[in-house]
């Protein structure tokens, strides 16, 4: 069960999550006597590396849905392409598989887990693989034509070296959706081409330039976008040479304590497992001033000093700002962040302003 859906010891699950968990049973039971089967999508994961202190660890991220497709109709390159192609709806038509049992297979040794209410495996396992982007299989255990079939996750393993690291917001920071404005969120979501999403100049670059300074620099690209569309964002990353890394997305839908979640909380949740989890990584938080990435990357710069390099915020034009929350002012707040702090108009702007601030990381 992930972070965001454990309920409270003690306390009931919110009307709203028994409605949809009683909706997906429906679903799944009509879908099972149609012929759909079960089927794992794997999302690429992160993790420590095993070295002379001991073993490492690796966060295995994957969810388990009943899909059309059958054993063997298309590879996961294809799935890929097809997620890529759909319209942004489509991606949302799934029907999870709650507790489903999933075999993770991490540099040899088999674990067994079980998928949360909203079919999503969230693990922490031990590992011995060594630094490097690495690979885990997982499959079904239980029987059916879909069974046994390994479907690979990638795993990003950071060494136990002290290291800058790169965490990312995606959209209107890398990939153009205006996404916090209502009409346009829904056009971008659900109706208009993943591949037809632009990308904002020279982020790209921008990431390049910091890991030719930083090899073997951890890039996580953290977003309130939903899990469903994982798989288009990460074939728009890759077609516009973004470095790959892991992606830290959510549900949509119910929470156990309410009918939305925030994605605010969301992302200050996710940031203070990184800093937990991987003490000796310093990041460079990279964001927009469209909504509330200032404030929130200076209040986890205060609440964890020495643990964020610096922040650098991507300047929204005027049109955007409006598009993005009605005004055309940008969202200010990384004024007294206590780390350095640069902004610009697009990566070449930050990729400049950056180079003297991150110097004296690179020298460590």
Do not use: C
């Not at 306390?11 to 709203?16: C, G, I, L, N, V």
């Not at 330039?209 to 620099?217: E, F, I, Q, R, Y």
């Amino acid at each position: 069960m992930t972070e965001q859906q454990q309920p409270a010891p003690g306390s009931a699950r919110h009307r709203a999550a028994r409605l949809e968990d009683t909706l997906n049973r429906l679903v799944a039971r009509r879908l099972s006597g149609r012929g759909w089967l079960n089927r794992v999508v794997a999302y690429p994961g992160y993790g420590l590396a095993a070295g002379p202190s001991g073993p490492g660890w690796v966060r295995v991220l994957a969810r388990v849905q009943l899909t059309r497709s059958r054993p063997g109709q298309e590879s996961p390159e294809e799935a890929d392409e097809r997620h890529l192609l759909v319209r942004g709806w489509r991606s949302f038509v799934t029907a999870p598989v709650a507790g489903a049992r999933v075999v993770v297979d991490v540099g040899g040794v088999s674990h067994e887990v079980t998928a949360d209410r909203g079919g999503y495996v969230d693990v922490v396992l031990p590992s011995t693989l060594p630094a490097g982007e690495q690979e885990v299989g997982l499959h079904l255990p239980d029987g059916g034509p879909d069974a046994g079939r390994i479907v690979p996750a990638t795993v990003h393993l950071v060494g136990r070296e002290p290291v800058l690291g790169i965490v990312s917001d995606i959209d209107d920071t890398v990939m153009m959706t205006s996404l916090p404005r209502p009409l346009i969120a829904a056009w971008n979501t659900f109706v208009l081409h993943a591949g037809a999403r632009g990308v904002v100049t020279g982020m790209a670059d921008l990431y390049a330039d910091v890991l030719s300074g930083h090899p073997g620099a951890p890039v996580v690209y953290l977003s309130t976008g939903a899990w469903n569309v994982a798989p288009a964002l990460r074939r728009f990353l890759s077609r516009h040479l973004f470095p790959l890394g892991p992606l830290l997305l959510t549900d949509w839908g119910p929470t156990n304590s309410g009918w939305f979640r925030s994605g605010q909380d969301h992302k200050r949740a996710a940031l203070a497992r990184l800093v937990r989890e991987l003490p000796h990584v310093r990041w460079l938080l990279v964001g927009d001033d469209g909504q509330h990435d200032p404030q929130l990357y200076a209040e986890v710069a205060r609440t964890h000093p020495g643990h964020v390099a610096a922040i650098a915020i991507r300047r929204l034009t005027s049109v955007e700002q409006v598009l993005s929350h009605g005004l055309p002012v940008p969202v200010s707040g990384t004024e007294d962040a206590g780390v350095p702090a640069v902004s610009g108009g697009d990566g070449y702007a930050l990729a400049f302003a950056l180079r003297n601030v991150l110097d004296g990381d690179a020298a460590k």
